[in-house]
């Protein structure tokens, strides 16, 4: 397989093949924190193999924290300058790591997992728990809440709320699979799942626990395990649907 250069798409360019590729040809680490004691300033950090590319130090004369690739970090705790270690481990084998989200002009709240690859808009939040896979799409202002899944290559409009719990299917395999697209401003009740290749139209709302298995028109109303059409969006839905901009600002 061809590799993948990042530097020269975006998410939205994204095939499964490509993501498939970057994820077989990846480098796999073992990724964990080395906690140490002992004679350290004899140990020469800077000089060591794979120091700043592979692992990183913070720490002082007798104390300190490794961090990152296992495979380097192990022959420092074998030292004869460490007199004892603990190892808490991260990732193992992992083929993708975490997004650095300093980039993000969002509310990212703590415990949100966000893999590299993704595009998160301005004014978005990301809640507890919630885990958005590579590839995937986060409009602007669009609230992604507690615990929901949101699948590769997924893509999300602007001003959304999907609610807690929901999943958001992903396609990476099969591979020829469609992704996921929920259009701007569609509100996703909790626990909800949207099932790969459907396209939720503009303004539409579905219901909690709905199943959605088939593609739903612009400002229309779907419940149901599969999902049907209950009624076309209305004064009293939109009231019980409002986006509201004050979640969404970041000052």
């Not at 703590?110 to 978005?124: C, F, L, S």
Request: charged share 25%; net charge negative.
């Amino acid at each position: 397989m061809e590799s993948f250069d990042n530097s020269k798409k975006s998410p939205r360019d994204m095939t499964s093949e490509e993501i498939i590729a970057i994820i077989a040809n990846s480098r796999k680490k073992n990724i964990v924190r080395a906690y140490v004691s002992g004679d350290l300033d004899k140990l020469n950090v800077a000089s060591m193999d794979g120091y700043d590319s592979e692992f990183e130090f913070i720490g002082c004369d007798t104390f300190g924290v490794f961090f990152g690739n296992y495979d380097f970090i192990s022959p420092v705790l074998k030292s004869e300058y460490v007199s004892s270690s603990k190892v808490e481990w991260i990732a193992r084998n992992s083929a993708i790591p975490l997004s650095d989200i300093s980039q993000f002009n969002a509310r990212i709240e703590p415990g949100a997992v966000i893999r590299e690859y993704v595009k998160i808009g301005k004014n978005a939040v990301v809640m507890m728990g919630a885990v958005i896979n590579l590839g995937a799409i986060v409009g602007e202002g669009t609230m992604i809440d507690m615990n929901v899944v949101i699948g590769a290559r997924a893509q999300i409009g602007k001003y959304c709320h999907i609610g807690a719990g929901s999943v958001i299917a992903g396609v990476v395999e099969p591979p020829n699979a469609t992704p996921v697209v929920i259009e701007d401003r569609v509100v996703v009740g909790a626990n909800a799942v949207v099932l790969e290749g459907v396209k939720v139209g503009e303004g539409s709302v579905i219901a909690a626990g709905a199943i959605v298995v088939d593609s739903v028109q612009p400002y229309t109303v779907v419940a149901g395990m599969p999902a049907k059409v209950i009624k076309k969006v209305d004064e009293k839905t939109v009231g019980k649907t409002q986006i509201l901009e004050e979640l969404r600002k970041l000052k």
